[in-house]
């Protein structure tokens, strides 16, 4: 651009060019209006546009604000409706873009927040309900704790105390105090050992055993108060929470006072009745001794057959009928064994004797009605079998006895028994001043005899038929006949057998081979076939020569020749 003279100093646009093969230049010139024009035109027309179009950006951008601002503007208002607890409102969703995306997120903070908002308002209307339900519990506590007859001392998991009810109040003269160690709350309660002057070690029991989660009991406790002093009996235990810990102690304690008193007037009492038991002791043991002096002159069953517990009891002239067992046994030859012995050793000899007896006797179920010299008279109240047994017995055990005699140098004892069941009459007989116990009536008599004829057979036992037939089995026992005799004052027979279940054993056997032989012999004679019955005795005797029945009946038939 280029400002040329005589165009009033207006640019103009100059353009100069060569003219080919010529020394010559074109120049061409234009004013600047000229040559601007078109632009100033187009700049004004791009203005227009420009304008045009920031009228119409600006207008868009005005909407698209709006149409932003307005579901924030709208969130916001939620938000603040929100802020005032009105937690039913949900923002609308208008878009599916961010803000649409941030109304849903809000919808369901709320929603989740008005859910915990219930809940914690149930949880709060059931935590109210409870805790109005404990203040009942602890009410109704207090109330049963004051209204115990015992004092109730609590204290916490530290071992602090936390409560007293009345009574403990009563009994320890003061209520909750605090301190800081158990010997700090011996000394404020001032308890002691029972019967010391030393205060109670708490470590033994109560409260450091208690918070252990061990329960205790003490019955030696004092509490000591200025007008007096009360003796305690106290329980504890442990009160645990809901995970295993201790939460508290309770101790129950109350006064024994009167248990005291009534333990002391026990032991008085008991004292007294120890030593009035002891007199009484010496005078029953006195009196059992009397008793059992009487009982070995006058036996227990003959008191119990006539329906008395005592010999004071006894009259004369007590009597009672009965169905009994009698046994008689008497020494054979006493006489000329008496003749080689002092007084004393005959007394010493009887006693021995009889010693070894009595056993075989009582324990059969009999007892020993007399004594006659060498012999003795037994009864019993039971089944014949007791008889029987009791005969055997004594004579196996004279079998050990004579045994004994031998070795010692002496010869052997024989002895004879005899037993008969029948009815008797028990009773006293005597005079004034003295009176004895005995037994009376033909089966006593039957059965004296019948140990008189174990002489004349030379055999060691003899029954009659009345005991045969009450025996219970009479298979049980080696039991064969051996003749028919007449009570005296009587015209009926009475068969008399003999048990030789106490022979020898060698004897025993034969016996018992030869028992039916025999038995058909002794019935042969008995019915005067003495010839037959003399061979069926010889048979007899051939395999047990030591047969004395056998030999007597074959003697007796001979002699019917």
Request: aromatic share 8%; glycine share 6%.
């Amino acid at each position: 651009m280029l400002r040329l003279i005589g165009t009033n100093d207006r640019l103009s646009a100059v353009a100069i060019a060569p003219l080919e093969n010529q020394p010559w230049y074109v120049l061409f010139v234009q004013p600047q209006s000229a040559f601007l024009a078109p632009i100033e035109a187009q700049t004004r027309t791009a203005l227009l546009l420009s304008l045009v179009i920031a009228s119409v950006v600006t207008l868009v951008a005005l909407l698209l604000v709006q149409s932003l601002t307005k579901p924030i503007l709208s969130l916001t208002k939620r938000v603040a409706q929100f802020k005032s607890e009105n937690l039913n409102y949900r923002v609308p969703i208008e878009s599916k873009d961010e803000v649409g995306n941030l109304a849903d997120t809000f919808n369901k903070m709320i929603e989740r927040l008005q859910d915990y908002t219930e809940s914690l308002e149930q949880k709060n209307a059931a935590l109210l309900s409870a805790e109005a339900q404990l203040r009942d519990s602890e009410s109704r506590l207090s109330k049963l704790l004051e209204a115990m007859p015992v004092g109730v001392f609590v204290t916490d998991s530290q071992g602090q105390p936390y409560y007293v009810n009345r009574i403990g109040q009563q009994l320890l003269g003061k209520g909750v105090v605090p301190a800081d160690t158990i010997e700090k709350l011996v000394a404020v309660y001032q308890i002691y050992i029972a019967g010391t002057q030393q205060n109670y070690n708490l470590e033994i029991f109560t409260i450091p055993k208690l918070l252990r989660g061990e329960s205790a009991n003490a019955d030696n406790i004092e509490i000591r108060r200025p007008d007096r002093v009360i003796p305690i009996e106290a329980w504890g235990t442990p009160i645990f929470d809901d995970r295993g810990k201790i939460a508290y102690t309770i101790i129950a304690f109350q006064d024994i006072s009167e248990r005291r008193t009534i333990e002391a007037d026990r032991e008085k009492f008991t004292e007294e009745l120890s030593q009035l038991n002891r007199d009484l002791k010496k005078a029953l043991d006195a009196q059992l001794q009397l008793t059992h002096a009487y009982g070995r002159f006058v036996p227990h069953q003959f008191l119990d057959l006539l329906g008395y517990e005592s010999i004071v009891d006894v009259k004369l002239g007590d009597r009672v009928q009965k169905t009994m067992s009698v046994l008689f046994a008497d020494i054979r030859d006493f006489t000329s064994l008496s003749e080689r012995m002092t007084p004393h050793e005959n007394f010493k000899f009887i006693n021995h004797y009889l010693m070894r007896t009595e056993p075989c006797i009582t324990a059969n179920n009999g007892f020993i009605d007399k004594y006659i010299g060498d012999g003795i008279m037994a009864l019993f109240d039971g089944i014949a079998d007791d008889a029987v047994k009791a005969g055997i017995a004594i004579l196996e055990n004279l079998a050990e006895y004579n045994l004994t005699r031998e070795e010692r140098g002496y010869g052997p004892i024989e002895i004879g028994i005899g037993i008969n069941t029948g009815s008797l009459m028990l009773g006293t007989v005597g005079g004034e001043n003295r009176m004895d116990g005995t037994a009376i009536g033909d089966a006593v008599n039957l059965a004296s005899r019948l140990e008189g004829l174990t002489k004349n057979y030379g055999v060691p036992l003899l029954i009659s038929h009345h005991t045969f037939s009450s025996l219970t089995v009479p298979g049980n026992y080696q039991i064969r006949p051996i003749d028919r005799v007449k009570v005296k004052g009587k015209s009926e027979l009475v068969t008399v057998y003999e048990v030789f279940d106490a022979d020898p054993p060698e004897v025993r056997s034969a016996k018992s081979a030869t028992k039916a032989v025999f038995e058909k012999a002794w019935m042969l004679y008995r019915n005067g076939d003495f010839d037959e019955a003399a061979k069926l005795f010889e048979d007899c005797l051939s395999q047990n020569s030591v047969d004395k029945v056998a030999a007597i009946y074959l003697d007796r038939c001979r002699q019917q020749d």
